[in-house]
């Protein structure tokens, strides 16, 4: 505060940085592997451990340093007395943006981040080429979209713990109207297009209208009746959209989602409504079709759509995919012997 010049907390460092051989995400390396040293490593194991990656860090990049420092790690706390620690100091934190995402950040201990990227990895692959393009996604993003698909099934699949009575659940309140009117994303954007309805999840986000008739597609749905001030007059019976039965004779037919080339199996697919239960639809087998997380996303955003020859489900693509717009349907599920409509 009184501007007297103080010694530096990392004498070595802060000698490589003043000569311009160290970045600032080199500096915040070693800072933070000092940092996190044992108790048991005194003073001059310290000074030690920080020279000795000051003068490392002239010829690594960063992230060699990080590993680098991980291995010091290993060296200077041989009985591994932070392990117990480890856990205690995991960390993940939510926390929206104003365009409609939220940012992650977090931390964990190396036997734990081993697991998720384990748990992730089986759905991060690239996925197969469709009409001749292959995966363009980056490896974050598909570790981004594995983590989203895993809590998917695992939430389909029914076994978690209660949370207030009740299993856990995304919820969205959304009025009947809003429900029926088709906008997408892209009116959204468009400007002067006025007021536009949307959903609100139980997060307290706002989302698309066509989000939230994708998410009610395959949902239970409990209908209120609000007062003049939005008080709750009558609430009605949680309802599920499709009944199981129903849901077994689809799966029956479908085998897996229906796009074609996608092999993800019944178990990983929600159940569409070609016309929306909203607008009039029927919950029966000829207005339903499988579809997994990401071309259920597909044909509610970009176009796509569905229509059934000789009672088989085909995918109709929008005209910047195919001019000429022929119906298409998945090979992928069939069994030899039985017909392939």
């Known amino acids: 505060i009184s501007g007297e010049m103080v010694e530096p907390e990392l004498p070595a460092t802060a000698a490589a940085a003043a000569e311009g051989v160290l970045s600032v995400e080199h500096v915040g390396v070693i800072g ?8 048991a490593v005194g003073p001059r194991q310290r000074a030690e451990a920080e020279e000795f990656l000051a003068e490392q ?20 706390d041989p009985d591994g007395t932070l392990d117990e620690d480890k856990p205690t100091r995991r960390e993940l934190i939510f926390r929206p943006d104003v365009g409609g995402m939220d940012y992650l950040r977090g931390r964990l201990d190396a036997e734990a981040s081993a697991t998720v990227q384990a748990a992730l990895g ?5 996925r197969p080429a469709q009409d001749g393009q292959p995966d363009t996604r980056s490896r974050s993003r598909r570790m981004a979209d594995a983590l989203v698909q895993l809590c998917d099934r695992t939430l389909a699949d029914g076994e978690l713990p209660a949370v207030g009575g009740e299993k856990p ?16 994303d892209e009116t959204l954007r468009r400007p002067g297009t006025g007021t536009l309805g949307t ?4 997060t307290g986000a706002a ?23 939005s008080e709750p007059l ?11 039965g129903i849901r077994r004779a689809v799966v029956a037919r479908d085998i ?12 990983w697919c929600q159940t569409h409504h070609v016309k929306h239960w909203a607008d009039g639809g029927p919950t029966s087998l000829n207005n339903l079709v499988l579809l997994c997380h990401r071309h259920h996303w597909i044909v509610h955003h970009k176009g796509w759509q569905i229509t059934f020859l000789k009672g088989i489900p085909h995918v109709i693509p929008p005209p910047i995919v195919d001019p000429r717009q022929q119906p298409r349907r998945n090979a992928m599920h069939d069994q030899p012997g039985l017909p392939s409509g």
Not at 211 to 228: H, N, Q
């Open 32 to 39: 933070q592997a000092i940092k996190q040293l044992p108790a």
């Open 57 to 76: 860090s002239r010829d690594m990049d960063p992230s060699r340093v990080r590993v680098l420092a991980r291995r010091l790690h290993a060296v200077l």
């Open 122 to 126: 089986a759905f991060a692959q690239p």
């Open 169 to 184: 659940q995304v919820t969205v309140t959304i009025a009947l109207d809003d429900l029926r009117s088709k906008y997408s």
């Open 199 to 202: 959903g609100t999840l139980g």
């Open 207 to 229: 989302i698309t209208a066509e989000a939230a008739r994708r998410i009610a597609c395959d949902s239970t749905v409990i209908p209120i009746i609000l007062g003049s001030h």
């Open 234 to 244: 009558d609430i009605g019976r949680a309802t599920r959209t499709i009944p199981s």
């Open 256 to 267: 897996g989602c229906i796009h074609p080339g996608c092999t993800a199996p019944a178990a």
